[in-house]
């Protein structure tokens, strides 16, 4: 089972979620990886939060704002328009996938490529 099915699986019923869901594999490539994505949360003071998400402990939960502050509008804005969603949807979306998604696609805290991730999502 991919990534994304993974996801999937756990936000059904969740639209806005469902609605992202199949965005943050290439919202992952668009930003370097888990590395570009760290990074962008690091610059926004969140890097704790995003590096949570990383390995086997619990994973940190994020707030729609502080998705918005890490990604920047453009990007969700961005992702709103692909998922059909306004921006606050998007980002409340994001804020409930992203820590599931990074989490499954490093489960031994081992980052992967983005090629590696491409694969786990299915792509």
């Given at each position: 089972?991919?990534?994304?099915?993974?996801?999937?699986?756990q936000v059904a019923?969740?639209?806005?979620?469902?609605?992202?869901?199949?965005?943050?594999?290439?919202?992952l490539e668009?930003?370097?990886?888990?590395?570009?994505?760290?990074?962008?949360?690091?610059?926004?003071?969140?890097?704790?939060?995003?590096?949570?998400?990383?390995?086997?402990?619990?994973?940190?939960?994020?707030?729609?704002?502080?998705?918005?502050?890490?990604?920047?509008?453009?990007?969700?804005?961005?992702?709103?328009?692909?998922?059909?969603?306004?921006?606050?949807?998007?980002?409340?979306?994001?804020?409930?996938?992203?820590?599931?998604?990074?989490?499954?696609?490093?489960?031994?805290?081992?980052?992967?490529?983005?090629?590696?991730?491409?694969?786990?999502?299915?792509?």
């Amino acid at each position: 089972m991919s990534v994304l099915d993974q996801l999937t699986k756990q936000v059904a019923g969740d639209g806005n979620a469902e609605k992202v869901v199949k965005k943050v594999g290439p919202l992952l490539e668009q930003v370097g990886g888990v590395d570009g994505l760290v990074q962008k949360f690091e610059q926004a003071g969140l890097g704790n939060v995003a590096k949570s998400w990383i390995g086997t402990g619990a994973n940190e939960s994020v707030s729609p704002d502080q998705v918005k502050e890490a990604l920047g509008p453009q990007q969700v804005e961005q992702i709103a328009n692909e998922a059909g969603v306004s921006s606050d949807e998007a980002a409340a979306g994001l804020s409930k996938v992203l820590p599931d998604a990074v989490d499954n696609v490093t489960p031994s805290g081992q980052v992967p490529s983005t090629g590696d991730i491409r694969a786990q999502f299915g792509g």
